[in-house]
Structure formats: structure tokens, C-alpha cells
């Protein structure tokens, strides 16, 4: 992880003056990614999208671990899709070490796979079981001419899988023959075998048992050291994303509500959303527990085919004001608050307010929404309900599970 940049102070885009073109690694501005709602069986008719991610600026910068959390359906793994390309964006732009990623198709977007890959949830899953590890290994070392010699590619395979922890007997097996946190270690060697400048790991230890996640995310760790990698780790545990990354940012239905470093974020959470996921974070200790400020969200996430209007969280905010709130949605942005340095970014129009106690919090309650869709006179609406339902049938994917 990197800290010789963490405490500079960001330029007007919230990336540091040392963060220069050599150093960002990944440029993402104003990234939507929409998905299609359809009406009709013989003819369809677009009657309204769900608003996956709408309008994201990211910036990583080289060596860098960047975590991204929020809820489920908040948006954070079609985000690192869109990054990727796996899921085109709608809109916006996405550059790579100077490339718009973006814009990329067919051969020119597979050439470019060698720079990005990613290590997904289940690793169960996104592992073919006709294959052996040696296969997995090799298939997307062919596929960017990097085993054209069979002793190199042999003594390469045997140096991933030492890296990774695993036996080099283990390129014989399959799948099913390892356990969850081996089968991790097989998805993170696969990444590695191109050598890539950027991973996306798509909540990387979600699905293991909690003494493998440690393991898991303690070789993510020596592997940035050893291969200088960037990271872009997405998860919704807020003691696995505190541990390994270097700044954070939260995301709530498609955008980004606050971003700062590790330390910075969970020393002073500034956006409402922010101190009400760590307030739900329990702590190892009855009389600190008791004293910390208890924040209880009221309703569930509204459905990202028809976000609020103005602030996103607005329908849920304990400190909601009946002035903007509702109708001027706010915008990332360097706060002024005493002890927090210009890194620390938040998207609410009373942040300032609210961190000096100047607006107090009040009861929140929970409404009722009810599906309207727009351009439809009899409701016969077919289309992902949700970001997951949406994520279930891509559109435009160039790239196999692999992502090669």
C-alpha cells in the first residue's frame, strides 16, 4: 500500500499535485452505466433504465489499493465492470494508463486485457471445472503471446502458484479439488499471469470463512509489493476495506458520496451515509459500544430505476433539510472543516454544517414507493428490476469469465 502521497493536498479534481499523468493509473470521469428497462413481447420499447452508476469520477493512482463500499445494489461492482469493460459504460470515460478503455472493441480491447484483470467473488464460479489449474494458468498466457517457449511457461506456472502459496503438484488438479480460500488463491494467480498493472477484485473474501480472509487479504498485500500492482478492491466489509486500502470511497445508488483516506474516513466520517455504515460496525467493547453515536437507517434503498431526486439519500438522511436537499442533487466536493485535510471529499450540501453540530439530527420516516413507469399505458414492463437482475444478461461483453 502507498502513504507517501496521502497527506498532500488534492488539486481541484481530488487528486494530489504529485499525481501527475505518470502517476494516475486510472482516470474514470463521469461514468454512467444504464441498463434498458423493455415493455412489449413482439416489439420492444425502452420505458425507462435502471441507473446502475450515474456520473462517477475516480482517480487511482499507480501502487495504490482503492477500496469501494456501500449496500448491495449501490453500484460498486458494476462500477469496476464498467473500469474493466466488461459492462461498456453508458457514458463517460475511462482511461487506463493514458487509454480509454471505453472506447475499446473487439481485438484492440482484448490486446489490452493484459493491463486489467480481475479476481472475482466466487471463485467456484468464475473457475471453468473442465479445466486444470495449468490450463486456467496458460489460456490467457496464450492469448497475449506470453508462452511461446514450453520450459519458460513451465517454470512461469510454478512461480505463480509458489507466489500464491499453492504446490506446483496443484497444476494437475481441478477445481473442485481445493477448498474456497485455494480456489481464491487459483482466481488471483489466473490475474497475475499476464502481468497486469491493475486488478479489480470484486469482493475477494466475501465468500470465504473468516480465518481464510485473512490470508487471502495478506497475499494481496505481499503480491502489490512484490509485482508493484494497483488495486481496486471492492467489498461491503468495512474492517477488511479499512485494512487493506489506501484511500476509500462509499458509494450510495450509482454515486460517490464521500471518498479519503483509510485513516481519515474512520477517524472523521463526514457524510451522513458514511457515519451511519460505520455506526453499524460493532466494536469489541460493552462501555464503547454503549457511548458511540448509534445511527439506524429508516427504509431500504430506493430502487435504482427511479432514484430520488436532488440527494440520493435525502428519502433516508437523519439530517435532511427541506432547502436543496430534495431538488439540487450535491456534488463531490472539499469540505471546510477543521482537522480535515482538503483529500477528504463529500457529496452533501451541509456537511460542514452537520460536523459542527449546527443541524441536529431528527426522526426519519419511512415511505412507500410505487413503480411508475413512465411512457407505459399498461404496465407490462420487462427488464432488470435491479443492478444484479440487470448484471444477470450483459450487453456488449467482449470478454470471456476469464476476462482475457
Not at 476495506?241 to 483509510?262: C, F, K, N, P
Request: a negative charge; proline letters at 7%.
Amino acid at each position: 500500500m502507498t502513504t507517501a502521497a496521502e497527506t498532500a493536498s488534492p488539486g481541484p479534481e481530488g487528486v494530489t499535485p504529485e499525481a501527475d499523468d505518470r502517476d494516475l493509473l486510472v482516470d474514470a470521469r463521469g461514468v454512467k452505466v444504464h441498463f434498458p428497462i423493455k415493455r412489449g413481447v413482439i416489439f420492444d420499447k425502452t420505458v425507462g433504465y435502471v441507473y446502475a452508476v450515474d456520473g462517477v469520477d475516480l482517480q487511482i493512482r499507480r501502487g495504490e489499493t482503492y477500496g469501494l463500499v456501500g449496500e448491495s445494489g449501490c453500484g460498486k461492482s458494476t462500477l469496476g465492470k464498467a473500469i474493466l469493460n466488461l459492462e461498456p459504460p453508458t457514458d463517460g470515460t475511462v482511461l487506463v494508463d493514458g487509454t480509454d478503455i471505453s472506447s475499446l472493441r473487439g481485438t484492440e480491447l482484448r490486446k489490452r486485457r493484459k493491463d486489467f484483470q480481475m479476481v472475482f467473488q466466487d471463485p467456484m464460479s468464475s473457475l471453468d471445472p473442465r479445466q486444470s489449474v495449468e490450463s486456467l494458468l496458460v489460456e490467457g498466457m496464450k492469448a497475449h503471446g506470453l508462452a511461446t517457449d514450453d520450459a519458460a511457461t513451465a517454470k512461469r506456472l510454478r512461480e505463480l502458484l509458489a507466489a500464491v502459496g499453492l504446490p506446483a503438484a496443484a497444476l494437475k488438479k481441478y477445481p473442485h479439488e481445493f477448498s474456497g480460500g485455494q480456489r481464491q488463491r487459483i482466481g488471483i494467480a489466473r490475474a497475475l499471469a499476464v502481468e497486469p498493472k491493475l486488478i479489480v477484485a470484486d469482493e475477494p473474501v466475501s465468500a470465504l470463512d473468516v480465518s481464510v480472509q485473512a490470508q487471502v487479504i495478506n497475499l494481496l498485500e505481499q503480491l502489490q509489493d512484490e509485482f508493484d500492482l494497483t488495486y481496486l478492491v471492492v467489498a461491503h466489509d468495512l474492517a477488511v476495506v479499512r485494512h487493506i486500502s489506501d484511500r476509500i470511497g462509499v458509494m450510495y445508488l450509482g454515486g460517490l458520496v464521500e471518498e479519503a483516506t483509510a485513516d481519515d474516513l474512520y477517524a472523521t466520517p463526514l457524510h451522513p451515509y458514511t457515519r451511519a455504515l460505520l455506526s453499524a460496525v460493532p466494536v469489541p467493547d460493552p462501555a464503547a459500544e454503549d457511548a458511540r453515536e448509534q445511527i439506524l437507517l429508516v427504509g431500504d434503498l430506493p430502487s435504482p430505476s427511479r432514484p430520488p431526486a436532488g440527494c440520493r439519500f435525502h428519502t433516508r438522511c437523519p439530517w435532511r433539510q427541506e432547502t436543496r436537499c430534495d431538488d439540487e442533487r450535491p456534488q463531490l466536493r472539499v469540505v471546510e472543516v477543521d482537522g480535515v485535510p482538503a483529500s477528504h471529499r463529500v457529496a452533501c450540501h451541509f456537511a460542514e454544517e452537520i460536523a459542527r453540530g449546527e443541524i441536529q439530527r431528527h426522526e426519519v420516516t419511512a415511505t412507500a414507493t410505487v413503480q411508475d413507469w413512465r411512457g407505459s399505458d399498461d404496465g407490462d414492463a420487462i427488464g432488470p428490476a435491479s443492478v444484479a437482475e440487470a448484471q444477470i444478461h450483459p450487453t456488449g461483453n467482449q470478454a470471456g469469465p476469464a476476462g482475457f
